[in-house]
């Protein structure tokens, strides 16, 4: 029997096929220049990993707003100015045969002030909690909204002309779309607020502009938190269930669930012994495209997570360190080095000087 992880993947009627099971997960690394414009090292990383095998490349989070950008570095996609270093991203990963997906998102509540040079605005009037500061922040006001509405569907049209096979818009991990759905941070009282279509209005309103623009064969698909974690609150895991279900109802051609953990089981229903990737499986039928993250190590954490009901595992810790995971996997061997990894691996395994300075703060991720 053929292994699960190496089956190839075709996206429904829109005609376009992944080699594999394998994603890169969309990572935070800092190579970009200060105006958004592709840097090398971002290229370099993200192309090392399509040469690798594998089967889907996501890019990092990529701002559609200057006032939405999150940390210094970032990949931009608010002007045409980035339209050749895209392209030139686009063409890179597509190269070696592997999908090439955007990510897009703006970081609202999240984007530092200092770095956007205005107040940060979210859903609702708020304060961040930065540490031991809170941040205050503006609630939206109807322009706000409507703009950042057309910035998310001209990134993708953009995102398109650059050759890009799909685009995922990030709706998880306290961003802004997920301050939206947020019953913590969304306190509205007009269409934008209150109950789940309402709070989910500026998610669908993207995902149908963006649709009627885009022909069938350019995928939009969405990354959503399906319960609280961390101070990123205000999230039902019901309401997850439902707002799966009203995603694909509105054009999505996939999800991809940030669970932190492939194998956890909701905080809400600790007591069924089923894993949170199962849950949405088995709301949405088998037709509706599932990528899954978080703690996928070794092959067998793959294989588990498929027969879970992911159709992909996105890697991402793994995936920085072991960039021939595929190999790896192709040979159902458990050769993963696992962190911490010396600056030499690392520079080694395609990262630039940027992305290793930023992983030393994740704990015991680089050595000392």
Known sequence: MSNPIFQTFLFGDTGIKAPNRIALAPMTNKQSHADGTLGEDEYQWLVSRAKHNFG????????????????????GNFDNIHL???????????????????????GGARSPQHLIGVQPWSASDTFFQ?????????GATQQDIFTVIQSFITAALRAYHAGFDGVELHAAHGYLL????????????????????????ILTDILKGIRQHVPQNFL??????????????GINFDDSLALSE?????????L?????????????????????????????GDAVPLFVAGKIWTPQDALDAIQAGA??????????????????????????????????????AGLGTDFINYMKKWENFVSK
């Not at 930065?130 to 503006?138: A, C, E, G, T």
């Not at 940030?258 to 499986?281: A, F, G, L, M, V």
């Open 246 to 254: 009203l995603l694909i109802a509105n054009g999505a051609d996939f």
């Open 311 to 348: 159709d992909f595992v996105a890697l991402g810790k793994v995936a920085i360190g072991n960039p021939t995971w595929p190999s790896i996997a192709q040979n159902m061997t458990n050769d993963i080095l696992f962190p911490p990894y010396t600056t030499v691996h690392l520079q080694q």
């Open 130 to 138: 930065l540490k031991d500061q809170q941040i205050p922040v503006r």
């Open 220 to 233: 939009v698909g969405i990354r959503i938190s399906p319960e609280d974690k961390f101070d990123y609150r």
């Open 56 to 75: 889907v490349v996501f890019t990092c989070a990529v701002h559609v707003q200057e006032d939405g950008q999150g940390w210094e570095g970032e990949l």
């Open 256 to 284: 991809d669930i940030s669970t932190w953990d492939s194998k956890k089981k909701p905080d809400k229903y600790p007591n069924i012994e089923k894993p949170i990737i199962t849950w949405i499986r088995e709301k949405l």
């Open 178 to 201: 997920h301050q939206f759905l947020s019953t913590f941070t969304n306190t509205r009282t007009d269409k934008w607020g209150g109950h789940l279509e309402n709070r989910a209005r």
């Open 84 to 106: 050749n270093g895209l392209t030139k991203l686009a063409s890179g990963i597509k190269a070696h045969g592997s999908l090439a997906i955007m990510q897009l998102y703006h």
